[in-house]
């Protein structure tokens, strides 16, 4: 038995050696491990010993399985690494190379005569002034003096959000939030350039977003 037991573990341990994949040493594993393998049949046939060959027999056997069990995990390891270390070679990039170009799009059309329109009032001595796009009552109407009953409140002519809460319908907010920051410190030039919000539901050629720019010169302002 005990011959039986070396010329197991010599066995196995050349099927190891040459195991090409995890596949196939997952396969030693069982079949030289497992519950069917040749190392459990010898364990299971240690009644028909004397009862001093029993341990030293059940001690070889388990110096046997130890002995496969690490070499199977230290090729395992190897293995892995190898697999690693190719896709690392197969999947590798050239740094040195020059990148790809990427095409960029252009400026819109609108915002070209945007920036057109800017730079010219910009040399005419004009500044360029902004107004959020969420625009509160009082900026957009009241501020204008526009009254609570005036036609251009109506919910079906502007996008509200809340009853004090809606896209501003002109850029005219932005002269008021203008005068009120300056507080008479005048006269100021300033255009005021952005989208402006107004539904438009009965013409389908009709878009519910336009560009607006609005401008105010030379204007004295007083508290």
Same mark, same amino acid.
């Given at each position: 038995m005990?011959?039986?037991?070396? !010329? ?6 050349a099927k190891?050696?040459?195991a090409?994949?995890?596949k196939?040493? =997952?396969d030693?594993?069982?079949? #030289?491990?497992?519950?069917?393998? @040749?190392?459990?049949?010898v ?5 028909k ?12 056997? %388990?110096?046997?399985r130890?002995a +496969? $069990?690490?070499?199977?995990? $230290?090729?395992e390891?190897e293995?892995? =690494?190898?697999? +690693? /270390?190719? =896709?690392?070679?197969?999947?590798? +990039?050239?740094?040195?190379l020059?990148?790809?170009s +990427? ?8 915002? &070209? ?21 969420? /625009?509160v *009552? #009082? #900026?957009n109407f009241?501020?204008? %003096?526009? @009254?609570?009953?005036? @036609? !251009?409140?109506?919910? &079906?002519?502007?996008? #509200?959000?809340?009853?004090?809460l809606?896209l ?6 932005? &002269? !008021? ?6 507080k008479? $410190?005048?006269?100021? $030039?300033v ?9 438009? *539901?009965d013409d !389908?050629?009709?878009s519910? &977003? ?14």
């Amino acid at each position: 038995m005990r011959e039986r037991l070396e !010329a197991l573990r010599d066995e196995a341990l050349a099927k190891v050696e040459v195991a090409e994949d995890v596949k196939a040493l =997952q396969d030693v594993r069982v079949a #030289y491990l497992g519950k069917k393998g @040749p190392i459990t049949e010898v364990l299971r046939g240690m009644g028909k010993l004397s009862a001093e060959e029993r341990p030293i027999i059940g001690q070889m056997a %388990n110096d046997v399985r130890d002995a +496969i $069990k690490e070499q199977v995990e $230290k090729k395992e390891l190897e293995l892995e =690494q190898a697999a +690693i /270390e190719e =896709q690392l070679a197969r999947e590798s +990039i050239d740094v040195t190379l020059p990148g790809r170009s +990427i095409k960029s799009g252009s400026t819109h059309p609108l915002t &070209q005569v945007v920036e057109e329109v800017e730079e010219a009032f910009l040399g005419l001595g004009f500044s360029v002034a902004e107004g959020p796009e969420v /625009e509160v *009552d #009082y #900026y957009n109407f009241e501020a204008l %003096n526009l @009254p609570k009953d005036h @036609p !251009a409140r109506d919910m &079906q002519d502007s996008f #509200y959000f809340t009853e004090e809460l809606l896209l501003r319908t002109h850029t005219s907010p932005v &002269q !008021a939030r203008t005068m009120e920051l300056h507080k008479g $410190k005048g006269p100021v $030039k300033v255009i005021c350039p952005g989208k402006v919000f107004r539904r438009d *539901d009965d013409d !389908a050629t009709h878009s519910h &977003q336009s560009c607006k720019l609005k401008d105010f010169l030379l204007m004295r302002m007083f508290e």
